[in-house]
């Protein structure tokens, strides 16, 4: 381990490529081993699935409906690998992969141009460990590209404030928050900078180049504008001249959605304003770790006037301010800082890394994370003894329990086998080695549980070759694992039993619980069969005997299976 360390630090060219070979092992864990799970990667996957099949690429749909949660960019970016090589599974990670590559070398090279190669190497090890950094690289969600586009923001502006004086970083720093606010509304976010930087200036820090122009900052929202109605003016004109109440709240939405309002604005969230920075102290992990020592550090640099330090401390506890003080607060929004949180922490983080007390603190965080997935593994082998504790779900596999047990006694053993300095190590070795863990090993076991492919199987060994089936219980994962032949929507159980009653061959894939609900009014016999246990849900697939619909057919509301 002492070796590994010192091959980071010598400033040899290799050196980065290495790293750059240790990042795509531990990305790339698990790619083409799974296919989407829910919440959110099933109804991605489904929009970018229907936008290439039908060629809509300026309005993403959702269960024929306009998708107006947030923009398309990162929609578009699946659709058009699934495009290319025509899977799913293949294809809805490539963009998340692509954007946590891009970011580690943005990192990398703008730390190197400001400190030199080895804290350049430093830099994008520490956002690499992080732990927030690697969730969201291995998922298929929006928030890793919009992670790319405010760091290359990030990277063109201090381009521009620290290195050189040419205003096409300011074009380019306004160009990647436009495509960031297409990603997910909150590309605007390094806009926070410009404040500090033009404060800073006019106080004449001296490490501040004294030739540049306030007044060309201008430029950095201008582009952001341009890049932002290059898709939002065609799509609003496409939906003001439709006669669609759905294409009309669109175009409600639209506006209000792009500045980041359906997320910032969430009046149903109560969390404390204290919420973000504790789970950025735990996202963060294990940079945090460092943080009492960071703390002096930046104190003397600050009073020294250095502009670098200033500008990437304001940003991140404007960004937290503004995060806290609104309504929505979620931990994904975190993640767009995190790049920030790296450059700031890499700055003497070689020999940080090895004081006693850092030490002493990173061994502790390991035996504490290892004790704690041993004693979750334990509890999810005893039913009984889980229950006590929390809800266990009946349709987790006992895979989970095997793999928090073997990665806590894994971590036990890394603490165990480290020694001397090395020991700080242990908790980033403990990472990397529980991501790979996870990707080679849990992935292609846990996908046949997160995902609804055996109802599926099961459904096809009782249909016909011209049966159809439809479900009042819609969700985007059934609609994209129902692969051999199309699934019905069907709005409630009312309108299902219209459809179910027009043709023999036609079934119903629903809920056996609501299923029972609405027999117990219905007066005709039923035929079904049990198809298994998917996302908390026992699925059944079942017909009346006699098409013709009773009059006092049932109007069961039906239930979210969104997980």
């Given at each position: 381990?002492?070796?590994f360390f010192r091959w980071l630090q010598e400033n040899d060219e290799r050196k980065g490529w290495r790293i750059a070979l240790i990042a795509l092992v531990v990305l790339s864990a698990g790619f083409g081993l799974r296919d989407p799970w829910p919440p959110n990667e099933p109804a991605l996957a489904l929009m970018a699935k229907h936008m290439a099949e039908s060629g809509q690429w300026l309005i993403p749909y959702l269960a024929g409906q306009p998708f107006a949660e947030h923009p398309p960019f990162a929609i578009w970016l699946q659709a058009a690998f699934y495009d290319v090589i025509g899977s799913v599974r293949w294809s809805f990670l490539i963009p998340a992969l692509l954007a946590s590559f891009g970011t580690l070398w943005l990192v990398y090279d703008l730390a190197s141009k400001l400190w030199g190669a080895r804290t350049g190497r430093l830099a994008a090890t520490a956002l690499l460990c992080s732990f927030q950094f690697m969730v969201q690289a291995h998922r298929g969600?929006?928030?890793a590209v919009l992670m790319f586009w405010t760091t290359l923001a990030l990277y063109s502006l201090l381009q521009y404030m620290l290195l050189e004086n040419n205003r096409r970083w300011l074009t380019l720093a306004g160009i990647a928050m436009g495509f960031g606010v297409l990603t997910k509304g909150l590309g605007y976010l390094p806009l926070l900078m410009l404040a500090p930087y033009i404060w800073m200036y006019r106080q004449r820090w001296s490490s501040l180049p004294r030739d540049r122009s306030l007044r060309a900052l201008w430029q950095v929202p201008v582009w952001c504008l341009i890049v932002v109605l290059a898709w939002a003016l065609p799509a609003l004109g496409f939906v003001s001249g439709a006669d669609d109440a759905a294409l009309d709240q669109f175009r409600r939405d639209l506006l209000f959605n792009l500045s980041g309002g359906s997320e910032l604005l969430d009046v149903n969230d109560r969390r404390p304003w204290?919420?973000?920075p504790l789970q950025a102290l735990v996202l963060w992990l294990p940079l945090t770790l460092m943080l009492p020592w960071k703390l002096r550090i930046w104190r003397d640099r600050l009073r020294s006037r250095d502009a670098?330090?200033?500008l990437l401390l304001a940003y991140i506890l404007l960004s937290l301010l503004v995060f806290s003080v609104v309504p929505g607060k979620h931990g994904v929004?975190?993640?767009?800082?995190?790049?920030?949180?790296?450059?700031?922490m890499a700055p003497y983080m070689g020999g940080l890394w090895w004081r006693p007390g850092v030490q002493t603190l990173s061994v502790a965080s390991l035996w504490m994370f290892s004790a704690l997935a041993i004693a979750i593994g334990v509890l999810g082998h005893e039913p009984q003894l889980l229950a006590d504790v929390l809800e266990r779900p009946d349709d987790v596999s006992n895979l989970l329990w095997n793999f928090l047990l073997t990665l806590g006694v894994m971590g036990i053993v890394i603490s165990l086998v480290l020694r001397g300095r090395s020991r700080a190590l242990g908790l980033p070795v403990f990472f990397f080695l529980g991501w790979l863990l996870l990707g080679f090993w849990a992935y292609p076991t846990l996908n046949t549980v997160r995902t609804p492919k055996v109802i599926f199987a099961a459904a096809?060994?009782?249909l016909g070759p011209r049966d159809e089936f439809g479900s009042w219980n819609w969700s985007p994962q059934l609609e994209l694992f129902s692969e051999s032949r199309e699934l019905q929507r069907l709005d409630n159980p009312k309108q299902a039993l219209n459809w179910v009653a027009q043709a023999d061959q036609?079934?119903?894939?629903?809920?056996?619980?609501?299923?029972?609900r609405v027999q117990a009014t219905d007066k005709r016999s039923w035929q079904s069969h049990a198809l298994g246990r998917r996302h908390r849900v026992d699925w059944v697939l079942a017909r009346p005997l006699s098409p013709q619909l009773p009059d006092d057919a049932p109007a069961v509301p039906p239930a979210s299976h969104g997980d």
């Open positions: 381990m002492n070796a969600h929006v928030d204290w919420y973000l670098l330090i200033g929004q975190l993640l767009s800082l995190l790049p920030a949180a790296a450059l700031l096809e060994q009782h036609r079934w119903l894939l629903v809920d056996a619980q609501e299923l029972a």
